[in-house]
Each structure stands twice: as C-alpha cells, then as structure tokens.
C-alpha cells in the first residue's frame, strides 16, 4: 500500500453497521510511499500516526498510478518489506521503556496498535490461504505445524502485551515496565524468526512449484482472507 500527501485513507468499519472512516494523509513515513502515515481524521480532526491494516484502502488524487498485484510470492515479500520496519520498532518501543515517566511512551501504544491491527489478521490470512498451499506442495497436512504454532505464540504475547499495557496504564510501575520490555523483545525475536523462515523456505518452494496463474490467484485468496480476519479480530 502507498500514498502520497493529500490522498485520503478509508477504513472500513468492523461491524455490520459501523462506518466508514476517512482521513487525510499529511505526512509518508515509510519508504516508497509506504506507511506509517500521518493522517488527519476527518470525524475528529485529530492526527495520528496510522500503520493502516488490510481493512483500510488509498483513494488516490493526483496520479492513475495502480497498486500492482502479481504472484503470491510477490505479494508475501511485498507486506514483509512493510512489517520488517515496524518490527523493528518494538525494540524502539522497549527501549523507550527506560524513561522513568508517570506515563507509558507512544511507542509502546503505537507497537501495540501495529500488532493486532497488521500482525494478527496476517498470521490469520497465512493460515486460511497460504500456508494450506504449502503444505499440498509438501504432501503433508503437518508440514506448517511449526509456523501455526509460532502464530499461537505470537497470539499470547500481543494479548500479554495488551493486559501489561492496560496495568501499566492504570500505575506505571519498574516491575511492569521491565515485563513490557520482555514481551517485547520477545515479539520481535519471534516476528524476526518467523518472516525469515517463510522468505527462506516456503517462497522458494511457492516460486519453483505454483504455475503463475494458481500463484496469482493464490495472492487474490491471500488478500481476500486478511480482508475477512481483519473485520472479525479477536485476541486469544
């Protein structure tokens, strides 16, 4: 996903009945027009910095430049490329951690936002579209056991990570703030494990096997599924 100042992000409601929100994007934090972004909402009128998930869309102004979309395995490192930067950041946010202040730092808030809005409903799309096609090329329904259980894992630490936040919200104390930390690093060690894994072993396999029409309905399938476990997000 990209965007440049003065496109307008949409983000679908979650529930049957809730609406749309728009906003205006002020600033492009990633590279290549990728997010964060600083948008301006427009119910509010606030801004934020936003890691927008597969439920929020670009309306561009300006330029008929489309997104691109090709094979499965181009759409995978694609959303990696995005993750690897905000990954990164939770070791940003623990380290932001050391500041003894009456309140918790941004970054943990913004970390927390990027795991359930962006990190869940992936892991949940892998598992519904991509990671059954690896293991039919395998020939083996347990061939991506080991991945499906660091989803689990990566499921209790970001609801762990909830639970501290909210405490720690209530009173910031030393004991708290070095769980943060630890749940943290924890994330980005898994996180960084798991997305190496997947580029160094299931992409290739993908690459050398999948005809390019399955593969790119494959990703259509991919994208179709974190639409659909975007709106119905729940933490373990």
């Known amino acids: 996903m990209w965007a440049r100042v003065g496109d307008r992000l949409i983000v679908k409601g979650h529930s049957v009945?809730?609406?749309?929100?728009?906003?205006?994007i002020l600033e492009v934090r990633g590279p290549d027009g990728g997010s964060p972004f600083v948008v301006r909402w427009a119910d509010t009128g606030h801004?934020?910095?936003?890691?927008?998930?597969?439920?929020?869309?670009?309306?561009?102004?300006?330029?008929?430049?489309?997104?691109?979309h090709g094979s499965v395995t181009e759409l995978v490192r694609s959303e990696h490329q995005h993750l690897y930067g905000p990954i990164q950041g939770l070791l940003d946010a623990a380290d932001a951690l050391h500041d003894e202040s009456d309140t918790l730092p941004d970054a943990v808030h913004e970390a927390y936002a990027f795991l359930?809005?962006?990190?869940?409903?992936?892991a949940r799309a892998e598992e519904e579209a991509l990671y059954p096609a690896v293991a039919e090329?395998?020939?083996?329904?347990?061939?991506?056991?080991?991945?499906?259980r660091q989803h689990v894992e990566i499921g209790r630490l970001v609801a762990r990570l909830?639970?501290?936040?909210?405490?720690?919200?209530?009173?910031?104390?030393s004991s708290r703030r070095r769980n943060?930390?630890?749940?943290?690093?924890?994330?980005?060690?898994?996180l960084?494990?798991?997305?190496?894994?997947?580029?160094?072993?299931?992409?290739?396999?993908?690459?050398?096997?999948?005809?390019?029409?399955?593969?790119?309905?494959?990703?259509?399938e991919l994208e179709a599924a974190a639409s659909g476990s975007s709106a119905s997000l729940s933490l373990p």
């Open 17 to 24: 009945g809730d609406p749309d929100r728009d906003a205006e």
């Open 116 to 122: 359930v809005d962006e990190i869940v409903p992936h």
């Open 137 to 148: 090329l395998l020939g083996s329904p347990d061939a991506t056991a080991a991945m499906i």
């Open 192 to 220: 960084t494990l798991h997305l190496a894994t997947e580029e160094e072993l299931y992409l290739p396999l993908l690459d050398a096997k999948l005809s390019p029409r399955r593969s790119e309905h494959l990703a259509e």
């Open 180 to 190: 943060l930390q630890q749940v943290l690093d924890a994330l980005h060690a898994v």
């Open 47 to 68: 801004e934020t910095l936003f890691f927008p998930g597969s439920d929020a869309t670009i309306q561009h102004f300006g330029t008929d430049e489309p997104e691109l």
């Open 162 to 173: 909830g639970v501290l936040r909210d405490e720690a919200m209530a009173d910031v104390t």
